[in-house]
């Protein structure tokens, strides 16, 4: 299989409300990752958008309207998306371009203006359940997804104090964040004392709305090198979807999750998990998603991510550092572009370039992950330097 | 460039009828499946991975993508979705088959444009924000404007658009599965009620629904799971400038790229030539045009007198839109371009019936995304 390697990386400040137009965001992501690298527009072959919902932006096809800001004028240019997914998704999708042969240098942006949805872009969220079945509920998502807190917790016996913890570690990770909007000292008792939102769902247990974007640069082999001394190579990619039908689900496990990573791991010839994937960036909307995750993506036995938290194990100087960037808990959500920034956290920290939040002892080999739609997709990224 | 042979191994298709009752897009997209299915001799379990093609406001739903799965048989599969033409996701699965990390892939696409109450509010929604949807009016004047501007540069007449009207709705009548077909005379095209000038309503396709599934396979798989898989020898697609401000309003430069890089994939030096049937957009009656002189298959302002000569039918030497085109089969949406190149699979397999293209080996494909786009795609295929 031909490699490729991401060569280079920007994202924006992710903030609750843009000054910047949607176009600008992208704009500015893409820039920083062309100047990271010191390429510009005409090295780039083809452009691929992750955007999650264009009830967010409020603009159809958003696609279209965001291209010219992501670089795309008149180069071959697609969109895609996996709803929260996607920020993931848009390395494979990039990965798909150049690892077939077809291009060398390849731009992937993510970009989500989630701002422009008014009164509020939860109000996008009525728009993603079943317009017979389910929509004449008025259906919130934190309602929904506090199901699958519910159950994942029940069946593990955890307690909010156990999953209040990832909330803190990833808050106070994200106060080294340039670019973080959530950064914050908060105890246990802060999270658990917090507004219930929809039980067992605290204020503090999720993210919140966000605007930005964030890009990354791909080559393939070949040019790799000659762009930058230490290309992190992508090493597997791995997607799956479940079924729509969320209602006939077991929502305490995210089996879609395991089989995206059991195809990343199959790709990178990676047997043991837990003993060769140093750091991880898992999807964490909410508190428990990130230990809900861990054990989806087998680095931590079914039921014992919570209990890893607890020991320190997914601290920054722990033995497998898990969302030192701050995560979406701590930098923010702007979807697409939030799990973009995961990547990106992978890219810098196996360089060595992750400033302040650097994980320490070399760290070789990470994990991207994201999930998205109606609980349903989880995409899967390893890098290796 | 690829060294890995691709083929088109299965082809099943619900449709194109402007209305559709009888089936909820479900329904549509298991039957097109399952009949791919039988078309390629396999089953879901044989599929490495799924791409589908669709819009949240197209279909009414935020995050199409979680509709994706359950009717192809792709639940707990790789599947994700492209926001684009189904061609985008056609070289999406495309270009994943090449990378080796998967063999067989399928891509859907459908319309049930017959649900959508305001399509032109979800069109003008697509217009940027803050410079253009405050003009507040149909955006079919986007469309009249580029048809001046090309009929000033081009040279190609009113006359000469309302003919590709009544050539490809009267294709349409040939074909079993066109949802428009009809025999009009120049007169009625001409005085149908102008839409924005010079464009009338008779020279705007009308919409369809349907569903289009195709199954891709690499080369050796390919030739097990039948003997006529049909090649792909060529892609190339392309996005100009959204903005309208900064766009060319003649010429389909998009067309002119993505055409670029699917001959040259394909090799082929002499596109008039070397094409034997194509399949080109033809959203707008002057789209027909525009875009065979973007795609080489004519020089510039030639394109008149090749729907004049009749060079264009069936029977002509460069047969374009066999199939009725957007004008007869319908607009489908997302899933016009999966249209598109499934006739040039039925043509190149000989199976198109009374609307066969004698001798067809090497087709094209070509599609617009349609208003406000300024992007689509070309395909290459071969019989050999």
């Given at each position: 299989?031909?490699?490729?390697?991401?060569?280079?990386?920007?994202?924006?400040?992710?903030?609750?409300?843009?000054?910047?137009?949607?176009?600008?965001?992208?704009?500015?992501?893409?820039?920083?990752?062309?100047?990271?690298?010191?390429?510009?527009?005409?090295?780039?072959?083809?452009?691929?958008?992750?955007?999650?919902?264009?009830?967010?932006?409020?603009?159809?096809?958003?696609?279209?309207?965001?291209?010219?800001?992501?670089?795309?004028?008149?180069?071959?240019?697609?969109?895609?998306?996996?709803?929260?997914?996607?920020?993931?998704?848009?390395?494979?999708?990039?990965?798909?371009?150049?690892?077939?042969?077809?291009?060398?240098?390849?731009?992937?942006?993510?970009?989500?203006?989630?701002?422009?949805?008014?009164?509020?872009?939860?109000?996008?969220?009525?728009?993603?359940?079943?317009?017979?079945?389910?929509?004449?509920?008025?259906?919130?998502?934190?309602?929904?997804?506090?199901?699958?807190?519910?159950?994942?917790?029940?069946?593990?016996?955890?307690?909010?104090?156990?999953?209040?913890?990832?909330?803190?570690?990833?808050?106070?990770?994200?106060?080294?964040?340039?670019?973080?909007?959530?950064?914050?000292?908060?105890?246990?008792?802060?999270?658990?004392?917090?507004?219930?939102?929809?039980?067992?769902?605290?204020?503090?247990?999720?993210?919140?709305?966000?605007?930005?974007?964030?890009?990354?640069?791909?080559?393939?082999?070949?040019?790799?090198?000659?762009?930058?001394?230490?290309?992190?190579?992508?090493?597997?990619?791995?997607?799956?979807?479940?079924?729509?039908?969320?209602?006939?689900?077991?929502?305490?496990?995210?089996?879609?999750?395991?089989?995206?990573?059991?195809?990343?791991?199959?790709?990178?010839?990676?047997?043991?998990?837990?003993?060769?994937?140093?750091?991880?960036?898992?999807?964490?909307?909410?508190?428990?998603?990130?230990?809900?995750?861990?054990?989806?993506?087998?680095?931590?036995?079914?039921?014992?991510?919570?209990?890893?938290?607890?020991?320190?194990?997914?601290?920054?100087?722990?033995?497998?550092?898990?969302?030192?960037?701050?995560?979406?808990?701590?930098?923010?959500?702007?979807?697409?572009?939030?799990?973009?920034?995961?990547?990106?956290?992978?890219?810098?920290?196996?360089?060595?370039?992750?400033?302040?939040?650097?994980?320490?002892?070399?760290?070789?080999?990470?994990?991207?992950?994201a999930w998205g739609d109606m609980m349903q997709t989880g995409t899967v990224v390893i890098l290796k330097? | 460039?690829?060294?890995?042979?691709?083929?088109?191994?299965?082809?099943?298709?619900?449709?194109?009828?402007?209305?559709?009752?009888?089936?909820?897009?479900?329904?549509?997209?298991?039957?097109?499946?399952?009949?791919?299915?039988?078309?390629?001799?396999?089953?879901?379990?044989?599929?490495?991975?799924?791409?589908?093609?669709?819009?949240?406001?197209?279909?009414?739903?935020?995050?199409?993508?979680?509709?994706?799965?359950?009717?192809?048989?792709?639940?707990?599969?790789?599947?994700?979705?492209?926001?684009?033409?189904?061609?985008?996701?056609?070289?999406?699965?495309?270009?994943?088959?090449?990378?080796?990390?998967?063999?067989?892939?399928?891509?859907?696409?459908?319309?049930?444009?017959?649900?959508?109450?305001?399509?032109?509010?979800?069109?003008?929604?697509?217009?940027?924000?803050?410079?253009?949807?405050?003009?507040?009016?149909?955006?079919?004047?986007?469309?009249?404007?580029?048809?001046?501007?090309?009929?000033?540069?081009?040279?190609?007449?009113?006359?000469?658009?309302?003919?590709?009207?009544?050539?490809?709705?009267?294709?349409?009548?040939?074909?079993?599965?066109?949802?428009?077909?009809?025999?009009?005379?120049?007169?009625?095209?001409?005085?149908?009620?102008?839409?924005?000038?010079?464009?009338?309503?008779?020279?705007?396709?009308?919409?369809?629904?349907?569903?289009?599934?195709?199954?891709?396979?690499?080369?050796?798989k390919a030739e097990v799971i039948r003997k006529d898989p049909i090649w792909i020898r060529g892609v190339?697609?392309?996005?100009?400038?959204y903005s309208l401000e900064r766009r060319n309003w003649s010429q389909s430069v998009f067309t002119q790229?993505?055409?670029?890089?699917?001959?040259?994939?394909?090799?082929?030096?002499?596109?008039?030539?070397?094409?034997?049937?194509?399949?080109?957009?033809?959203?707008?009656?002057?789209?027909?045009?525009?875009?065979?002189?973007?795609?080489?298959?004519?020089?510039?302002?030639?394109?008149?007198?090749?729907?004049?000569?009749?060079?264009?039918?069936?029977?002509?030497?460069?047969?374009?839109?066999?199939?009725?085109?957007?004008?007869?089969?319908?607009?489908?949406?997302?899933?016009?371009?999966?249209?598109?190149?499934?006739?040039?699979?039925?043509?190149?397999?000989?199976?198109?019936?009374?609307?066969?293209?004698?001798?067809?080996?090497?087709?094209?494909?070509?599609?617009?995304?349609?208003?406000?786009?300024?992007?689509?795609?070309?395909?290459?295929?071969?019989?050999?």
């Amino acid at each position: 299989m031909r490699k490729v390697a991401i060569v280079g990386a920007g994202m924006t400040k992710f903030v609750r409300r843009a000054l910047e137009t949607p176009i600008e965001l992208a704009y500015e992501a893409a820039k920083m990752a062309l100047d990271s690298c010191g390429l510009t527009l005409k090295d780039i072959e083809c452009v691929v958008l992750g955007s999650a919902v264009d009830a967010f932006d409020g603009v159809c096809m958003k696609g279209e309207y965001l291209s010219g800001g992501a670089g795309a004028w008149g180069k071959p240019f697609m969109r895609h998306s996996v709803g929260g997914g996607t920020g993931v998704f848009s390395c494979i999708h990039g990965w798909m371009h150049v690892a077939s042969g077809m291009f060398d240098l390849c731009l992937v942006v993510a970009e989500e203006k989630m701002s422009c949805c008014q009164p509020h872009p939860q109000g996008a969220f009525l728009t993603v359940y079943d317009s017979i079945l389910e929509r004449p509920l008025g259906l919130n998502l934190l309602w929904v997804v506090a199901q699958e807190m519910n159950h994942y917790m029940i069946t593990n016996g955890l307690k909010s104090e156990d999953v209040a913890l990832v909330s803190v570690k990833n808050k106070r990770n994200a106060l080294d964040h340039p670019a973080a909007m959530l950064g914050a000292d908060i105890t246990v008792e802060d999270v658990v004392n917090s507004e219930i939102i929809s039980w067992p769902v605290h204020r503090l247990d999720i993210s919140a709305t966000s605007d930005g974007a964030a890009a990354i640069v791909l080559a393939s082999e070949r040019l790799a090198e000659r762009i930058t001394d230490k290309p992190v190579w992508i090493a597997g990619v791995g997607y799956n979807l479940d079924t729509w039908y969320w209602t006939s689900r077991d929502l305490s496990y995210p089996v879609y999750v395991e089989k995206a990573a059991r195809m990343a791991y199959e790709m990178a010839g990676i047997r043991e998990p837990q003993k060769e994937i140093h750091i991880v960036e898992p999807y964490d909307p909410f508190s428990f998603k990130e230990l809900q995750n861990l054990e989806a993506l087998l680095l931590a036995d079914r039921g014992k991510a919570a209990q890893l938290t607890a020991d320190g194990v997914t601290a920054r100087d722990g033995n497998m550092p898990v969302c030192p960037s701050g995560g979406l808990l701590g930098v923010g959500n702007p979807i697409s572009a939030a799990a973009l920034m995961k990547v990106c956290e992978i890219f810098w920290q196996l360089r060595g370039e992750a400033g302040k939040r650097q994980v320490p002892g070399n760290p070789k080999v990470g994990l991207a992950q994201a999930w998205g739609d109606m609980m349903q997709t989880g995409t899967v990224v390893i890098l290796k330097v | 460039m690829a060294t890995k042979r691709v083929a088109i191994v299965g082809v099943g298709y619900y449709g194109f009828r402007p209305v559709s009752p009888e089936v909820s897009f479900r329904e549509m997209i298991y039957e097109a499946a399952t009949r791919a299915y039988e078309d390629a001799g396999l089953e879901p379990k044989d599929i490495d991975g799924f791409v589908t093609a669709g819009e949240d406001w197209n279909e009414g739903h935020s995050i199409v993508d979680e509709l994706a799965p359950d009717q192809l048989g792709a639940v707990k599969r790789p599947v994700f979705t492209v926001n684009g033409d189904a061609m985008h996701a056609f070289v999406s699965a495309y270009m994943h088959i090449l990378t080796g990390q998967m063999d067989i892939c399928l891509i859907e696409s459908r319309s049930k444009a017959s649900n959508i109450k305001n399509l032109h509010e979800i069109t003008m929604m697509a217009l940027d924000p803050i410079y253009t949807r405050p003009l507040d009016t149909s955006p079919y004047f986007i469309a009249g404007l580029e048809m001046n501007r090309y009929l000033y540069e081009s040279g190609v007449t009113r006359e000469q658009c309302a003919r590709v009207v009544i050539k490809n709705r009267r294709n349409a009548l040939l074909n079993p599965y066109a949802g428009h077909g009809a025999r009009l005379a120049l007169d009625d095209v001409l005085n149908s009620d102008v839409i924005s000038y010079p464009l009338t309503s008779l020279e705007i396709s009308p919409h369809s629904d349907g569903c289009v599934v195709m199954i891709l396979a690499e080369e050796k798989k390919a030739e097990v799971i039948r003997k006529d898989p049909i090649w792909i020898r060529g892609v190339g697609w392309c996005t100009e400038s959204y903005s309208l401000e900064r766009r060319n309003w003649s010429q389909s430069v998009f067309t002119q790229k993505a055409a670029e890089m699917a001959y040259k994939m394909a090799n082929i030096r002499f596109p008039r030539k070397e094409v034997h049937v194509a399949e080109v957009n033809d959203e707008f009656a002057y789209k027909e045009l525009q875009h065979l002189e973007a795609l080489g298959l004519c020089r510039k302002g030639e394109a008149g007198h090749l729907i004049d000569e009749g060079a264009t039918e069936i029977s002509g030497d460069l047969p374009v839109n066999p199939s009725g085109g957007c004008l007869g089969v319908g607009n489908l949406l997302e899933a016009t371009g999966a249209q598109k190149l499934l006739e040039i699979v039925l043509q190149l397999r000989g199976e198109a019936g009374r609307r066969q293209v004698k001798n067809a080996e090497v087709g094209l494909a070509h599609n617009w995304r349609g208003l406000p786009t300024n992007s689509g795609a070309v395909v290459i295929l071969s019989n050999f």
